[in-house]
T-cell receptor, first 110, second 113 residues
Framework: QKEVEQNSGPLSVPEGAIASLNCTYS??????FFWYRQYSGKSPELIMF????GDKEDGRFTAQLNKASQYVSLLIRDSQPSDSATYLC??????????FGKGITLSVRP | IAGITQAPTSQILAAGRRMTLRCTQD?????MYWYRQDLGLGLRLIHY???????GKGEVPDGYSVSRANTDDFPLTLASAVPSQTSVYFC????????????FGEGSWLTVV
């Protein structure tokens, strides 16, 4: 069973802080890695994807991938109350199908 | 940006009834998917279709069937609904190539009583 694990939440950070969201995966053949954000009652929306080891930055978001250690993380700098949501890690295995983690709920305190 | 429409948005259904959730895309993408999302269990793949005319089973296919008669439509059918199928159902699409990103529809909230 290919698994994607996200550290248990919820996670609460003050406004302006860095939020760090972590995810590990079990399938060493995984090729693509995604972070989705889901607001309550809404559908998941893609915010970041990363394919290669290292960091990928997009505005306040940075995705980090370490294939040797089988983890992918998402950093949110200067966190805003509007970042309060559930964040889903997703991994594409060798079968090209996405497996999702259960998500972690982030709360940014004003 | 989603380019994918689901219907109905929500539905209350009596156990034992047949129900079809509709999904239509306007992006002409090859691959389409049905997920269900449950509290504590996350998003789980029910069925998928890599291209028109083909379908495959995901992680939790039992009690569900799909068809892909053309590129745009991918309906999900519950032949005889049971309360454990109470969930929110998301249809999704992508180009079907490796590493491509999936985009979700707005979801269908289904309650089976």
């Amino acid at each position: 069973q290919k698994e994607v694990e996200q550290n248990s939440g919820p996670l609460s950070v003050p406004e302006g802080a860095i939020a760090s969201l972590n995810c590990t995966y079990s399938d060493r053949g995984s090729q693509s890695f995604f972070w989705y954000r889901q607001y309550s009652g809404k559908s998941p929306e893609l915010i970041m994807f990363i394919y290669s080891n290292g960091d990928k930055e997009d505005g306040r978001f940075t995705a980090q991938l370490n294939k040797a250690s089988q983890y992918v993380s998402l950093l949110i700098r200067d966190s805003q109350p509007s970042d309060s949501a559930t964040y889903l890690c997703a991994v594409t295995g060798a079968n090209s199908k996405l497996t999702f983690g259960k998500g972690i709920t982030l709360s940014v305190r004003p | 940006i989603a380019g994918i429409t689901q219907a109905p948005t929500s539905q209350i259904l009596a156990a034992g009834r047949r129900m079809t959730l509709r999904c239509t895309q306007d992006m002409r993408h090859n691959a389409m998917y049905w997920y269900r999302q449950d509290l504590g269990l996350g998003l789980r793949l029910i069925h998928y279709s890599n291209t028109a005319g083909t379908t495959g089973k995901g992680e939790v296919p039992d009690g569900y069937s799909v068809s892909r008669a053309n590129t745009d439509d991918f309906p999900l059918t519950l032949a005889s609904a049971v309360p454990s199928q109470t969930s929110v159902y998301f249809c999704a699409r992508d180009r079907g190539t490796a590493g491509n990103t999936i985009y979700f529809g707005e979801g269908s909230w289904l309650t089976v009583v």
